[in-house]
């Protein structure tokens, strides 16, 4: 083979080693980028799981008002360690019933310090205890809710009141207290007393058994 042979098969040789080299590399870094996906995807649910449920005010509230249930909703937002004061999902319901300490505006997070604890008895009022069977109350009745407190039979007036506290019992009994105007209080503790008491909610509180 001469030397004008050897020159082009030489050529070729370097022009193979240099294409696998190119080939190397393109299927390293293609490697490189499927690493590189599958981490990023990795760290986007990794940031999802992270996130947590908290309370969020869901319509306006001016300072003084009672928080109702329907002025709280949930929403979830990125844990975060220095975030201080925001409310659990879970403690939702204990908010229910509370005052607002300042106006609160849909679309916020509440964070401690919007609220304070309702007075249990404003001026002018009294605090009536009862225990109510089942279809004698509204259903879901809970602290800071308005009802009517109305005989379940005679003739005595309807009577505004406010619950101060409830719970029911296993055997679906409400265990109430109820602050009732002055005037009143003592013909409701009478009912409750004879087992005539009959609670009615607001337009806005559903009525069940």
Known sequence: MNDRTVAPVR?????????????????????????????LVAWALTRAA????????????QA?????????????VAYDGALQGLVPAGSLQA???RVAAIDLRPGSLLVSGMWADAPQLAPGEQSVGAVLAPGRFPSGLSRGDLAV???LAG????????????AVTESDELLVTLAVP??????????????QLVLIGEPSTEVGG
């Open 64 to 76: 003084g008002d009672v928080i109702q249930a329907d002025d709280l909703t949930l929403t979830g």
């Open 155 to 166: 003739e005595a007036p309807p009577t505004s009141v406010r619950v101060i506290d409830a």
């Open 95 to 97: 908010i229910v019933g």
């Open 50 to 61: 992270d996130r947590v449920q908290v309370v969020q005010i869901s319509s306006a509230v």
């Open 182 to 195: 002055a005037g009143t209080a003592v013909v409701v503790a009478q009912l409750a007393a004879a087992d």
């Open 11 to 39: 050529a070729t040789r370097a022009n193979t080693r240099v294409r696998s080299r190119v080939r190397a590399q393109w299927l390293v870094l293609g490697a490189a980028l499927i690493v590189l996906a599958g981490l």
């Open 149 to 151: 407190a109305v005989p």
